[in-house]
């Protein structure tokens, strides 16, 4: 007996506190799931899968109501899935993510919150017009349509949003808040313009992110085989805040592995960007570089500038890719009779084409310093190049600055250049397009800590 009502939920411990008829009506509740008319079917068939879903859609949407205007003043709780592309139909990928959100949604009720659980839809973007196009369709109308599906296959699947809620993000009533931050940001300084290497996809004529290339090279959507080109872009100087984002994770929850999934894609916040100008012939050519420093403490040690091989200046739409391309010699240290001048400290170093075929994170530019890096010093010495030492070691085993102009002499736990920049963190500044952060070093403060 007491396998019997563990089946069903139940306990010995129950039947003593609601008894036998408590445990009778469970078991006719427990036969309504089954079917309307409280009696097991053997083999449970489409018709009665049907019968089922039209007995209880209205009864859990009745119960969804009822929870829905619970007392305001209890605790709140928000539920978000992520909003769908409407593309037409819902798939299975949509079925399990949202049927997972609005089972976490009905139990936090059930425990007494005030739940918001809206959705929306991700309906910007250029793949929305190519495939209205395709079809011979205005995209406006025929993205207004599939949502209106969606919308009801979601209904049919007996989940509940907070459809007072609902935000379309291709309707003027959301992205007038888009444009809005956009401009905040550009009036900040913290949005700006330059040319970056994409992922780009040659039937949707978009950009993607890594995560959209799948491992064979290709589109996740449109299929076609992605390219790599240089386009100029709008990006967001994410990197300003990457120290303190970093710092932040510490005081969250450890959640399946998402801090440290946070902190790889922020990297690492030891270094921070160095704004240069370039000269060809002693004559600036209107070309400003920023170069990444590992070690800004030591940035008066620098002895030279490397960029890599697939940089911009080499195949984008610099006016001096032609000139520079003659001295590009595969899978070797290229010295380019270039110049680049730091703005910071006006310190003039050459410019070198790597023999790498990447650096660490995204960086494609970064700064050589022999006295903080052995690959550093390894490059400069085959290439004739020399930089200042600018580490002393005291009698006591401490280090000091020297060579370094207004810091010299001051301990290196002391000097601190500007913003702390991570080498990974991206963040995307419209959809589809991926953009790299990074620190303008012209505008750099230099501060001591005390």
Request: hydrophobic share 35%; aromatic share 12%.
């Amino acid at each position: 007996m007491n396998r019997v009502m563990w089946q069903f939920g139940w306990c010995s411990s129950c039947l003593k506190r609601r008894g036998w008829s408590g445990f009778l009506k469970h078991l006719e509740h427990s036969r309504a799931i089954y079917s309307e008319t409280g009696k097991w079917e053997r083999i449970y068939k489409v018709e009665t899968r049907r019968r089922v879903e039209k007995l209880w859609h209205p009864r859990i949407k009745e119960q969804f109501q009822k929870l829905s205007d619970t007392d305001k003043s209890k605790p709140k709780c928000y539920i978000l899935s992520m909003f769908p592309y409407p593309s037409g139909k819902l798939h299975m990928g949509h079925v399990r993510v949202y049927t997972l959100s609005d089972t976490m949604a009905q139990f936090q009720r059930m425990r007494g919150f005030q739940v918001l659980h809206p959705m929306g839809w991700d309906a910007f973007g250029l793949p929305a017009e190519n495939a209205a196009i395709e079809r011979g369709l205005d995209p406006e109308e025929w993205t207004k349509s599939n949502i209106a599906h969606m919308r009801e296959q979601l209904h049919n699947l007996g989940l509940f949003f907070n459809w007072k809620k609902e935000v379309t993000t291709c309707q003027p009533d959301y992205y007038k808040w888009t444009q809005s931050l956009f401009v905040k940001l550009h009036k900040a300084g913290l949005a700006y313009q330059k040319e970056s290497l994409v992922n780009w996809d040659p039937v949707d004529q978009t950009v993607l992110a890594d995560e959209q290339v799948d491992e064979s090279g290709c589109s996740w959507r449109s299929g076609a085989r992605v390219e790599q080109k240089y386009l100029k872009q709008w990006f967001i100087k994410t990197t300003n805040y990457a120290k303190s984002l970093l710092d932040g994770l510490a005081d969250l929850p450890e959640w399946y592995g998402v801090k440290g999934m946070q902190a790889n894609w922020i990297g690492d916040c030891t270094g921070c960007y160095f704004d240069f100008e370039l000269k060809v012939n002693g004559r600036f050519v209107g070309e400003k570089l920023p170069a990444y420093c590992f070690t800004p403490e030591a940035i008066y040690g620098a002895s030279h500038l490397t960029i890599l091989p697939s940089h911009r200046l080499l195949h984008g739409n610099s006016h001096l890719k032609d000139f520079l391309q003659k001295y590009l010699v595969s899978d070797t240290d290229c010295l380019m009779p270039v110049t680049a001048v730091n703005l910071l400290n006006d310190q003039e170093i050459p410019v070198v084409i790597s023999a790498k075929k990447e650096f660490d994170g995204y960086l494609d530019t970064v700064i050589g310093i022999p006295s903080a890096s052995p690959d550093d010093a390894a490059v400069a010495n085959k290439l004739g190049l020399e930089g200042l030492e600018v580490f002393h070691v005291l009698p006591d085993g401490s280090e000091r600055l020297q060579n370094s102009g207004e810091v010299s002499d001051w301990g290196l736990a002391t000097v601190f250049w500007g913003f702390k920049a991570g080498v990974s963190l991206q963040l995307p500044c419209s959809k589809r397009d991926r953009h790299h952060g990074h620190v303008c070093g012209f505008s750099l403060v230099l501060l001591q800590i005390h």
